[in-house]
């Protein structure tokens, strides 16, 4: 009497399956990295449009002034925090009394963005202060719509494209911010406040 021989696989199959997941996934791993790196630097470009949007949102629905600190040295990697005035205007607000304790028990400090929690492994992140000279700005919205601004952290914030600061420079219509690996390796991604609008990310 003939026995059916029984399905199954033998062990040189099961060899070659093996090898080909093993390939496969070698072949994905350089790009998963890669997609994860790039995904990193997206979030922390959403996480600056969002808070310039609350800022602008929040003078609004407050009826203050509110400050959107950009300081290239803060973190190390340029830092954002943002901070709400006293008042409606941006130019009488006590902007070094409010801003001076930082963001630890300041309830005037709404949120701050900190690049250094957005690294992936051994890559850093960092935010640069896009075609203005001097590294540091202040962007100020006003609860009527109005948004100012002003080179460095001190001085009268304007609302149009020149700023009066002693380093110079030109808006063109928003500030703008490269968010970028500490290497410089990679795709920058861009963002911009513009002179009364909402933030947003800048292809």
């Not at 902007?95 to 309830?107: A, E, F, K, Q």
Request: with cysteine; net charge positive; charged share 20%.
């Amino acid at each position: 009497m003939l026995r059916r021989s029984q399905a199954g696989f033998t062990l040189l199959e099961l060899m070659v399956v093996v090898s080909i997941v093993g390939l496969t996934v070698a072949i994905a791993l350089p790009g998963m990295g890669r997609a994860r790196v790039e995904a990193k630097s997206n979030e922390l470009a959403l996480e600056l449009v969002r808070l310039g949007r609350q800022g602008r949102a929040a003078a609004a629905g407050y009826g203050r002034a509110h400050l959107f600190r950009f300081d290239a040295d803060l973190f190390g990697r340029g830092g954002v925090r943002l901070f709400r005035g006293i008042n409606n205007n941006c130019n009488t607000n006590d902007w070094p009394t409010i801003t001076g304790p930082g963001c630890n028990g300041n309830l005037n400090c709404l949120a701050e963005v900190n690049p250094v929690n957005w690294e992936a492994g051994s890559i850093q992140y960092q935010v640069i202060l896009d075609g203005l000279a001097g590294g540091d700005v202040d962007v100020c919205f006003e609860p009527n719509g109005t948004t100012r601004w002003r080179q460095g952290f001190f001085g009268r914030f304007v609302v149009d494209n020149i700023s009066t600061a002693a380093v110079g420079g030109n808006a063109q219509g928003g500030i703008r911010f490269r968010i970028q690996r500490s290497d410089g390796n990679g795709v920058a991604r861009r963002m911009v406040i513009p002179l009364g609008g909402d933030a947003r990310i800048v292809r």
